[in-house]
């Protein structure tokens, strides 16, 4: 079993509609988790990042953790053609080291 | 101003040959990784230094060596290039706020082996 599992898409909508982007993961001791976004050709980007249960928002990004579920999401309103990347789902491996383990990421499209 | 810039940017090589990348951070960070990317996408952590103190090595071949001589840098050498290395390979480094670490990444350094 992968460690931060993801799907590779690619995921199409249309501009405007809401983008739900999902992540699973397998250590239960986690305690940090990240999006980050990834042009083509480009470094990630961190976009957002989650400690807690629940939801946490910023702007047209909203986060979403269930550690019960092992679970974490990012949904991306209103969304923009300029939206289009690769999003990736990191999970900070319990014990402190600084370790990501990384999803195999997502690629959205939002099409005009 | 730059906070993680990598040279060089692209690196094309031959089988065989010996190669090295650096990576600096501005940012004042005391921590500094390097990740391997490959054709797939997938991300993966290869070393991690604190403050000039090797911290994580991944199951990584030997032929790869990072040295950091002081807390803003890292380097990554790598020995007898092989085909397999081909990829892109990311400095980032970190800070720790309030119990949680949050990495940034460089412009990554796109590494061909014919």
């Known amino acids: 079993q992968k460690e931060v599992e993801q799907n590779s898409g690619p995921l199409s909508v249309p501009e405007g509609a809401i983008a739900s982007l999902n992540c699973t993961y397998s250590?239960?001791?986690?305690?940090?988790f990240f999006w980050y976004r990834q042009y083509s050709g480009k470094s990630p980007e961190l976009i957002m990042s989650?400690?807690?249960?629940g939801d946490k928002e910023d702007g047209r990004f909203t986060a979403q953790l269930n550690k019960a579920s092992q679970y974490v999401s990012l949904l991306i309103r209103d969304s923009q053609p300029s939206d289009s990347a690769t999003y990736l789902c990191?999970?900070?491996?319990?014990?402190?080291?600084?370790?990501?383990?990384f999803g195999q990421g997502t690629t959205l499209q939002v099409k005009p | 101003d730059t906070a993680v810039s990598q040279t060089p940017k692209y690196l094309v090589t031959q089988m065989g040959n010996d190669k090295s990348i650096k990576c600096e951070q501005n940012?004042?960070?005391?921590?500094m990784y390097w990740y391997k990317q490959d054709s797939k996408k997938f991300l993966k952590i290869m070393f991690s230094?604190?403050?000039?103190?090797?911290?994580i090595n991944e199951t990584v071949p030997n032929r790869f060596s990072p040295k950091s001589p002081d807390k803003a840098h890292l380097n990554l050498h790598i020995n007898s290039l092989e085909l397999g290395d081909s990829a892109v390979y990311f400095c980032?480094?970190?800070?720790?706020?309030?119990?949680?670490?949050?990495?940034?990444f460089g412009p990554g350094t796109r590494l061909l082996v014919l």
């Open positions: 250590d239960r001791g986690s305690q940090s």
């Open positions: 989650i400690y807690s249960n």
């Open positions: 990191a999970v900070a491996l319990s014990g402190n080291t600084g370790k990501l383990i």
């Open positions: 940012l004042g960070h005391d921590t």
């Open positions: 980032a480094s970190s800070i720790t706020t309030g119990g949680a670490e949050t990495q940034y």
């Open positions: 230094y604190n403050n000039k103190e090797l911290i």
